[in-house]
């Protein structure tokens, strides 16, 4: 319950510091900003401080900072010039719209950098420490302590060779294990995975090498566990969005709710729900840390009206010396709008009747 409720509480501080980043860089700059909200939609509550409105919405699926001249379509009073996004240079442009990434990015390599340096590294070596009871494995012979070497004819010289070689698929191979000195070869027919379809499954659980890790290597591996993220969010936007997966979203709204985890969106409940899941600190904080990676990576699209849009926008202008015609980006606009609103609201079904559990 406090793991549910803690992650509650993160989310909406991840959120507002995105906010933020884009709120001080326009005020750094001289800009504008007239509303700064947490949610979409009718207002629940909001004060108004200054020139800027601050409060919170029904939709609790993002937030926004109201910076005059952003919409193209917004008239500008005439006190107000000189204040806009839109008479700004491309610099404070490209500060602004990419200030939201920014911190949640920091924020994430600050958590890895916490946690590496606090708990070392768990490395899985391609080392049994277990085998599953009934799995290829178990039918090949392979027994714990074996320190696998090869698969056919690919080598293993760590844990993500051996996931690598398992992800071309189920089927008869050989596999060279070093047991108490010696090579032995036993023969496996993997059966098809059922978390990653299309790949094999041998059974078997690695040994995990703990490493101790001072602050100078922890910038190297949070770094790399940042460039992780934005590699794995990239891999599953490819397979949330396409049409295959699509259909099934669009099924989910007739009742089957039978989606892969692999294609799953998620919502903050159900991020709350993992967050109860969550069976220690350092888990649930790296968890934390990948939703910013995660956040920031999809606003980096180059999709009007994301950040990354907006940065596309105004290059393209600073290339082309002309003025974007943001009249046309309205189509695409409202399409990224609700397309990301339907994600969202089949993750909200799917997190309500089909909860994610690690049991």
Same mark, same amino acid.
């Given at each position: ?14 959120v507002t510091a995105h906010e933020a980043g884009h709120f001080f860089a326009a005020k750094a700059? &001289?800009?504008? !900003?007239? +509303?700064?909200?947490?949610?979409? %939609?009718? *207002? /629940?509550?909001?004060?108004?401080? =200054?020139?800027? @409105? ?79 009871? &009934?799995?290829? !494995?178990? +039918?090949?012979?392979?027994?714990? %302590?074996? *320190? /696998?070497?090869?698969?056919?004819? =690919?080598?293993? @010289? ?162 082309t010396g002309r003025q974007a015609n943001m009249r046309r980006l309205m189509p695409i606009a ?26």
């Amino acid at each position: 319950m406090l793991g549910g409720i803690a992650a509650a509480v993160a989310i909406l501080l991840f959120v507002t510091a995105h906010e933020a980043g884009h709120f001080f860089a326009a005020k750094a700059v &001289g800009m504008k !900003a007239t +509303e700064f909200f947490f949610g979409f %939609g009718p *207002r /629940i509550w909001s004060t108004k401080r =200054g020139e800027t @409105e601050y409060g919170v919405k029904a939709l609790p699926l993002g937030g926004y900072v109201r910076i005059l001249g952003m919409n193209p379509l917004e008239e500008i009073a005439p006190e107000d010039m000189g204040r806009t996004y839109r008479e700004k240079k491309f610099w404070e442009k490209s500060v602004v719209v990419l200030a939201g990434v920014g911190m949640n990015f920091l924020i994430a390599f600050l958590m890895f950098f916490g946690l590496i340096v606090a708990n070392g590294t768990n490395e899985p070596i391609p080392e049994i420490e277990s085998v599953v009871a &009934g799995s290829p !494995a178990d +039918e090949a012979g392979l027994m714990a %302590g074996d *320190r /696998i070497v090869a698969v056919d004819s =690919g080598q293993v @010289e760590s844990w993500e060779d051996l996931t690598r070689i398992l992800a071309e698929g189920p089927g008869e191979v050989s596999i060279t294990v070093r047991r108490d000195g010696a090579e032995l070869v036993r023969e496996a027919d993997l059966e098809e995975s059922t978390r990653i379809p299309g790949a094999g499954f041998l059974g078997v659980q690695p040994k995990v090498k703990e490493t101790e890790v001072g602050p100078i290597a922890g910038i190297g591996f949070a770094g790399r566990a940042v460039w992780g993220g934005i590699e794995d969010t990239f891999y599953s936007l490819y397979q949330m969005f396409r049409p295959s997966s699509l259909l099934q979203y669009v099924g989910v709204l007739g009742g089957d709710t039978d989606i892969p985890d692999e294609i799953r969106p998620v919502s903050p409940i159900g991020i709350v729900s993992i967050g109860t899941q969550a069976d220690n600190a350092a888990g649930f904080f790296g968890i934390l840390a990948y939703i910013n990676v995660i956040l920031a990576t999809i606003n980096l699209l180059p999709l009007f009206p994301l950040d990354g849009g907006h940065f596309a926008v105004a290059l393209y202008e600073k290339v082309t010396g002309r003025q974007a015609n943001m009249r046309r980006l309205m189509p695409i606009a409202a399409a990224v709008v609700a397309t990301l609103f339907f994600l969202g609201f089949v993750a909200i079904i799917l997190d309500i009747v089909d909860p994610i559990s690690f049991g």
